[in-house]
């Protein structure tokens, strides 16, 4: 589908690609990884069509639609809702849908001789998906986090992070031959990472995904290609092969440029003794050449690890066992609506604790409290005996002042008291040599602003870590240096982070903020999906699967049209205490039978009102469906007496009518099968 042939491109005096070659075949599923500036977006920008190369030439074959996003979406109209603006991801679909109703009303003006161009244009919008599009529309952008309520409102009034979940939304729902995805979970909760990944699984189409997110690339992709050093190198594996090979060929670039260094080495150290011999000029002349040629095929180690750095935390301080504690705590930020809502848990020390839940729900306000930013509004939240926070905000980034050195950001944040030794020594302990503490610190990569803003932190000593999001600027490399410095520590960690591998490998448990509860788990992240989909399993107990023939619904992988809402969490009821002395006396098998048939006959009258509103439904769903065949066969095959806009509208009164008669079934079989 895609053949890079010997491609460069340069910016400035920056080589950015050089002579790159490889391919993408149809149906493939690419994970496209490297450091962050190595040239993994301009790979995408040569596809769409954006940059132009200096040397070589791309061939597309076969003319596929290609599905990206853009980086500052905007709306059409100021008044464009969300929905209209998710929907105009198809390309084509909105004329064509304008063409339909102009064609239609001529038909109904008596104009039969436009009817085999409507049919045309029909056939195209079908093709398109366009009669289930708005469905598709609808299940992808509650699956990335919007309440049904959002879909009517100006796009205008979401903010750039929603936006670009909307913008991601009418990719998705577009379902292009090929789709680029460029980070695709820098805006995403981790529910809303958790479900692209199983919608993603089920794209058919060419995938191409530039990730630091592992989960999404050891769940997603087969082929990895390497963006580094100006080259790329695909991978015949996963990303867990990849990782692997990448150290076996890396040993091998080494002993490479070392034999290269070795051999030029002597060329130059013949050169430089022969070249003012008469004698030896020539040979001399000759040594020369092969040295330019060498240059000129420069063996160049991948940047990566030219960049590698090393992050050790200090010991934590001494505390008291209770780190934090809230009591029906209350936080509002304008009075009227609560963000978090009577929330009681508590930490102790050395807990690593994830927060999960959407965005929204109240994770870095809870963040903050903690921090002390925050006071809560009403209840309680104290924390324990000599406990020290360090916070580290999602604009960890942008509160390291870039134009002041490594040095001069770290020696602003040193306490009172601390000598120049042992600021030197931890300036070290984060890796940063005497090459390094000189630079500005905006020219720093990812990775070593994440270490200056540690740096920072652990310089004030504390023994409670809250970390929002602290991987969002770092590459795959920079992320396994943080998890493995985290899972090092000895103190008491809090994090909020889309990284599901990084909140698997980090936390030992997890609270989850929904909207109706805040709720904790004493395991690490398997122990919470494990719990989470046994409640959810225990909802659904004794539900029957609807009834078939069900049409102009998609659902989305959990089954839920429309939206993608956290699991309703209602906490139970204790159960009444009973004296063991006092308990009830044993029934005998005839007084039993007695009970059971008295139940039985006080809950006929409901049983069979249940059973026949089942049997309706069921009965009527059958005479929907057959009626909606009717309909889309007349749309399909058009007689000259068809009335078009009159038969959408059965169409659409039919669809209507089989959610109502669907969700009526669900809701008394649901009950029917409870009471059985």
């Not at 990895?224 to 150290?247: F, H, K, N």
Request: charged residues 30%; aromatic residues 8%.
């Amino acid at each position: 589908m895609l053949d890079f042939q010997n491609i460069s491109v340069h910016y400035g005096l920056q080589d950015v690609l050089t002579n790159v070659s490889f391919r993408v075949n149809k149906g493939e599923r690419v994970g496209v990884v490297g450091p962050n500036g190595s040239g993994k977006s301009t790979l995408f920008k040569i596809i769409l069509g954006e940059l132009s190369t200096d040397h070589g030439e791309l061939v597309i074959e076969e003319s596929p639609t290609i599905g990206s996003t853009r980086q500052h979406p905007e709306p059409d109209t100021p008044d464009e809702t969300l929905l209209e603006y998710a929907m105009r991801g198809v390309p084509g679909f909105c004329e064509l849908e304008a063409k339909m109703k102009t064609l239609e009303a001529r038909l109904d003006a008596g104009e039969t001789s436009v009817l085999k161009e409507y049919g045309e244009v029909q056939t195209a919008f079908e093709h398109l998906g366009g009669y289930d599009l708005e469905t598709r529309v609808k299940v992808a952008l509650g699956g990335l986090g919007f309440a049904v309520e959002e879909f009517a409102k100006p796009f205008a009034s979401f903010s750039g992070g929603w936006r670009m979940r909307a913008e991601l939304s009418r990719v998705l729902a577009s379902e292009p031959d090929l789709l680029l995805l460029d980070e695709p979970s820098n805006y995403l909760d981790l529910p809303a990472v958790d479900w692209l990944q199983r919608f993603l699984k089920l794209y058919s189409g060419t995938l191409m995904l530039i990730s630091h997110d592992r989960y999404l690339l050891k769940t997603l992709t087969s082929i990895i290609v390497e963006v580094d050093a100006g080259t790329c190198t695909r991978y015949e594996g996963d990303l867990d092969w990849y990782l692997r090979e990448r150290e076996v060929r890396y040993q091998q670039l080494v002993q490479a440029k070392a034999n290269q260094d070795h051999h030029r080495e002597q060329l130059q150290r013949f050169v430089d003794r022969f070249r003012a011999q008469a004698t030896k000029a020539a040979q001399a002349q000759s040594r020369q050449k092969l040295i330019d040629k060498i240059d000129e095929e420069r063996i160049v180690l991948p940047k990566r690890y030219s960049r590698r750095g090393r992050l050790r935390l200090a010991e934590p301080p001494p505390s008291g066992i209770e780190m934090f504690r809230c009591e029906n705590m209350f936080f509002s930020y304008d009075g009227v609506k609560n963000v978090l809502h009577d929330v009681t848990f508590n930490i102790a020390r050395g807990d690593k604790v994830a927060v999960i839940g959407y965005n929204g729900l109240g994770k870095t306000t809870l963040m903050r409290i903690i921090a002390g930013t925050r006071q809560p509004t009403a209840g309680k939240a104290v924390l324990g005996h000599n406990v020290v926070c360090g916070y580290l905000s999602q604009e960890f980034a942008e509160t390291i002042p870039p134009d002041l050195t490594v040095y001069r950001n770290a020696k602003n944040a040193i306490p009172p008291g601390m000598n120049e030794k042992n600021f030197r020594n931890q300036l070290g302990a984060f890796g940063f040599d005497e090459n390094d503490v000189e630079k500005p610190a905006g020219v720093l990569s990812g990775g070593e602003k994440i270490r200056l803003a540690f740096l920072r932190l652990f310089l004030q000593c504390p023994n409670f870590l809250l970390l929002d999001e602290p991987t969002t600027h770092l590459d795959l490399d920079g992320r396994a240096l943080l998890q493995d410095a985290l899972q090092k520590y000895k103190g008491t960690i809090l994090l909020v982070s889309h990284d599901i591998e990084f909140v698997r490998a980090v936390a030992t448990s997890v609270i989850e903020i929904t909207r109706e509860e805040v709720r904790t788990y004493p395991g690490g992240y398997d122990y919470y999906c494990e719990k989470k989909a046994q409640r959810e399993a225990a909802g659904r107990a004794g539900r029957l699967d609807p009834p078939n023939g069900r049409a102009g619904r998609l659902d989305p992988p959990n089954g839920r049209a429309g939206r993608l809402d956290p699991p309703t969490t209602a906490r139970p009821e204790a159960a009444p205490y009973q004296n063991p002395t006092s308990a009830a006396p044993k029934l005998t098998s005839k007084e039993l039978r007695q009970q059971r048939a008295a139940e039985r006959a006080k809950l006929a009258p409901r049983v069979k009102e249940l059973k026949r509103r089942v049997e309706t439904a069921e009965r009527k769903l059958d005479e929907l469906q057959k009626a909606l065949d009717t309909a889309s066969e007349e749309l399909f095959n058009p007689k000259p007496t068809t009335n078009f806009a009159e038969v959408n509208r059965q169409v659409r009164t039919i669809q209507f009518e089989i959610d109502r008669y669907t969700a009526d079934w669900e809701a008394a079989a649901t009950e029917l099968e409870q009471l059985s």
